[in-house]
């Protein structure tokens, strides 16, 4: 059952406290129908809290998420799914003891497909991402870079008006990131969906962002193009302390 387009996915002044540390503190930002906005920041810099609070996995307090004007931020991290958000994790969280293709099929029949229509949907994704062979893989035997683009079909297999993708490339080398590079170029027009792109791979982020929102000890620091992003000094002192006085310092 294929979702309406939603246009706009919205934080708006999102605050969360862990304990008494704040791990986010008054963000907001706008992702777009189309757009690849890279979401980057030191460790600790409250990323995959961010992403949490969208995707319903954790509560703003206070803040408010709105998908295309609509409040969803009580929504379970189900009710999001259905909505339109969907996401990968830094641990795959593939189910491990289901195939590749099963797992992509689940997702399918979490949306309302038939198992018909669900498998056929998997293996267009699967196909699409290069994944050609394997589908009958169970998920405990894949290697650590397979599971990485298993997690981000599965994602797509949820008909997504938005995918956030947590840190794609970790654990991968150069070639795999060339290629994951592609495939995360390739979502907006293909599945016609915005990506969130946590990543600290700055050579993936520069190539494959439109715009580059930057984290720092839990509040917005910068937004722009990813050259503004670049060559903004205090992007630099986060990421290389006193050394952003360098001229020639860069990500």
């Known amino acids: 059952m294929a979702k309406s387009p939603k246009q706009k996915l919205q934080a708006k002044n999102v605050h969360v406290v862990f304990g008494g540390i704040k791990a986010l503190t008054g963000v907001t930002l706008t992702l777009n129908a189309g757009d690849i906005l ?16 969208l995707s319903g996995f954790q509560k703003p307090k206070p803040g408010t998420i ?38 992509l099929t689940v997702a399918g029949l979490g949306i309302g497909l038939s198992r018909k229509a669900a498998t056929s949907q998997a293996r267009d994704i699967l196909d699409w991402i290069g994944y050609r062979h394997g589908h009958d893989r169970q998920c405990d035997s894949l290697p650590y870079s397979d599971e990485r683009r298993i997690s981000i079909a599965r994602a797509l297999a949820l008909q997504p008006s938005f995918t956030l993708l947590d840190e794609p490339a970790s654990g991968m080398n150069e070639q795999e990131c060339e290629l994951l590079m592609e495939t ?16 600290h791979n700055m050579q993936v982020i520069m190539g494959v962002c439109h715009r580059i929102h930057v984290l720092d000890g839990g509040r917005s620091l910068a937004e722009g193009s990813p050259e503004e992003v670049r060559n903004d000094p205090n992007v630099l002192r986060a990421y290389l302390g006193d050394r952003a006085s360098q001229k020639n310092a860069v990500i």
């Open 38 to 53: 890279g979401l980057i920041g030191p460790n600790g810099a409250g990323k995959t809290t961010l992403v949490n609070v």
């Open 66 to 103: 709105e998908l295309d004007g609509r409040d969803v931020s009580d929504l379970s991290p189900r009710k999001m799914a259905q909505a339109g958000i969907g996401r990968s994790f830094q641990a795959a969280r593939l189910f491990r003891k289901l195939t590749v293709l099963e797992n």
């Open 184 to 199: 995360i170029t390739g979502i907006p027009k293909n599945f016609g969906c915005g990506v969130m792109l946590i990543e």
